[in-house]
């Protein structure tokens, strides 16, 4: 059962170059997102799909695009990337909880991008 | 938004000793999860936990949700329990998916 699965696990670009990190989920979860880690700034949210057809913004959705291709795969992208954005890149996935929203998280390994 | 304080934000254990973590937040949530993150960077959902107790082996979680604050209960510590632990909490409405991180409790278990 391989849960969340994120390609690439490290990636080093340069300033202006475009890239999207891929994201793909077997738990049959409705939501999935993409955050990032900063040293110091615990994890911030990108961006959401909270069901199949749908994406919000989160906390720091500048510089990123993000689309859910179905309801396994979540792909965010980078279009014209700079240094703020080297970060560690993590993806999620979570069941719904009706009214609650997000039920559960559970993470993929991230993936470190490094711009320079 | 609403604001997540864990405390403290180090804290070096003796393999067998026990310790507390805290999570205080500025609002009303409705979704409250804690974390670890190994030292190799994997996140692990320890608990979903809104209010009420639960306990995982080792380890266990109180939520008071009326005085705005969670609980992590580590007892006999292990060197495995080393890493970063995150409270995330949830609040109702239009950010309902939007869980906000806490900078996390960084522990280290020595031998």
């Known amino acids: 059962n391989a849960g969340v699965t994120q390609t690439p696990k490290f990636q080093v670009l340069k300033t202006g170059q475009s890239m999207t990190l891929q994201c793909a989920q077997d738990m049959n979860h409705n939501s999935m997102y993409w955050y990032r880690q900063d040293p110091g700034m615990g994890l911030r949210l990108i961006y959401y799909s909270a069901s199949e057809g749908t994406t919000d913004k989160g906390e720091v959705p500048n510089g990123y695009n993000v689309s859910r291709l179905n309801k396994r795969e979540f792909s965010l992208r980078l279009e014209s990337a700079a240094p703020s954005q080297t970060s560690v890149y993590f993806c999620a996935s979570s069941t719904h909880r009706g009214r609650i929203g997000t039920g559960e998280l559970f993470f993929g390994e991230g993936s470190r991008l490094t711009v320079l | 938004g609403i604001q997540v304080e864990q405390s403290p934000p180090d804290l070096i254990l003796q393999e067998g000793a026990n310790s507390t973590l805290r999570c205080n937040f500025s609002?009303?949530?409705?979704?409250l999860q804690w974390f670890h993150q190994n030292p190799w960077g994997q996140l692990i959902n320890l608990f979903y936990?809104?209010?009420g107790t639960k306990q995982n082996g080792r380890l266990s979680a109180t939520t008071v949700a009326t005085e705005r604050y969670s609980l992590l209960y580590i007892s006999s510590s292990q060197t495995t329990d080393s890493g970063v632990y995150f409270c995330a909490v949830g609040i109702s409405g239009a950010g309902s998916y939007q869980l906000t991180f806490g900078k996390g409790t960084k522990l280290s278990v020595i031998p």
């Open positions: 609002d009303s949530v409705n979704n």
């Open positions: 936990i809104p209010s």
